[in-house]
């Protein structure tokens, strides 16, 4: 198949979830072209099968507002017929469904029938989706697409209570490729951190008010008082003056690294003894996948999709969003002793077994089949 990826290339997750599926498309004979306005994050080198886009929108002393939409269905229209490609997978609804729905009838005004599917990741629906100012047209987007895909039971749900949907909404978890999260031996590294042998905590997201990111400190400042322990945190954005305010404030700086942004995340997760995501809302929490998939169990929140992917008391522990109190005696639980740690370290590794990338991958191709199928019933008669 030839298929066209549109996605954000930055630090988010649908954006390592959209690379990621394009990788393993292309490893398996597929032809993937990724269609977005810079390199994607975790793209890395030159691979067969590959091929990326860039969408540049020029600058115009008018446009106050680059016209990115349309630009990138231009590009669509321009990359579907050259390259011949046979469907677009489009990754967060705003505003790539859109721009895939204007490309669709641009090339079928040319008599090319191109199928697209959405799939939802999260904020796309719950926070920004839900803003009357993108309802209208993300609803008929949505709507107007082929297929539409969740990554969770509970954004689909989301999606049927926030818009007017009237079509099928599939959960296709994500996934993990397992090979990508073996323990490396990084012994000096751990050392570096954690010199005698204190527990390392970690946090990775994009430090938006969603994050709680606060929070963490607030846990980990428990668990340091309990003992010795380290906190890395990992990523950047608007919370994070706040949090290094609150490390100084609540003397846990000595105890904190604050790296920013990484682009392999699991090179953190692999000296790691505890992952805290303590989300407001979460339609999946692909790091905590990462986490598990490291063998690092976690501590996160009952918000969203976080309870499909963490088994509370097996592979971490879920709490009610900010009850900082409960996280933190769920913490000590986990690390109170080196038997207890191991226990949930390898319930942990099993956990994430479900979401790998074999048991994922043909859901999506499957779906792709039958997408391509109904479009050819569909242009053939
Ligand atoms: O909030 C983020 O971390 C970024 C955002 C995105 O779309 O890039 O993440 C959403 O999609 C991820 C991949 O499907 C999910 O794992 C995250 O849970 C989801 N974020 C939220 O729902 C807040």
Redesign the pocket.
């Given at each position: 198949m030839k298929i066209g990826i549109v996605l954000?290339p930055?630090f988010?997750?649908?954006?390592?979830?959209a690379t990621e599926l394009g990788k393993a498309l292309s490893e398996r004979g597929h032809e993937v072209h990724f269609i977005t306005y810079n390199q994607p994050v975790r793209l890395g080198s030159f691979t067969k099968n590959l091929y990326y886009h860039e969408v540049n929108v020029s600058d115009y002393p008018l446009f106050d507002y680059p016209p990115y939409e349309t630009v990138l269905a231009s590009k669509l229209v321009d990359v579907v017929k050259f390259e011949k490609l046979d469907l677009l997978h489009v990754?967060?609804a705003i505003p790539h469904a859109s721009a895939a729905l204007m490309a669709k009838q641009i090339l079928a005004s040319q008599g090319i029938h191109i199928p697209f599917i959405t799939?939802l990741?999260?904020?796309?629906i719950?926070?920004v989706g839900r803003d009357p100012s993108f309802a209208p047209a993300i609803t008929y987007a949505i709507n107007s697409s082929d297929a539409v895909t969740a990554?969770s039971q509970s954004?689909k749900s989301d999606t049927y209570n926030h818009f007017e949907i009237t079509r099928d909404i599939e959960v296709i978890p994500?996934f993990i490729e397992p090979e990508h999260y073996l323990p490396k031996p990084e012994k000096d590294f751990k050392a570096e951190y954690a010199p005698n042998g204190e527990r390392i905590i970690t946090h990775i997201?994009?430090f938006?008010p969603?994050?709680r990111v606060a929070d963490v400190v607030r846990v980990f400042k428990h668990i340091s008082d309990a003992m010795p322990a380290k906190l890395l945190l990992i990523g950047d954005g608007p919370d994070r003056y706040k949090v290094e305010q609150l490390c100084r404030d609540m003397g846990t700086c000595k105890h904190t690294h604050i790296i920013g942004k990484l682009k392999k995340p699991e090179e953190v997760l692999c000296i790691s003894d505890l992952f805290i995501l303590p989300?407001e809302?979460?339609?999946?929490?692909?790091?905590a996948?990462e986490a598990l998939a490291t063998g690092v169990p976690v501590i996160a929140t009952r918000a969203?999709?976080?309870p499909e992917v963490i088994e509370h008391g097996v592979s971490g522990f879920l709490s009610e969003v900010g009850d900082v109190d409960n996280m933190a005696a769920n913490s000590l639980k986990i690390l109170e002793s080196d038997e207890s740690l191991k226990k949930f370290r390898k319930n942990a590794k099993m956990r994430s077994e479900v979401f790998s990338i074999e048991k994922i991958l043909p859901m999506y191709t499957n779906l792709y089949n039958s997408v391509l199928e109904k479009n050819r019933e569909l242009h053939t008669l």
């Open positions: 954000y930055t988010g997750g649908s954006g390592v979830v990754h967060y799939t990741h999260g904020t796309d719950t926070l990554v954004l994500n997201s994009n938006r969603v994050k989300s809302s979460e339609s999946f929490g692909l790091a996948l969203g999709g976080i």
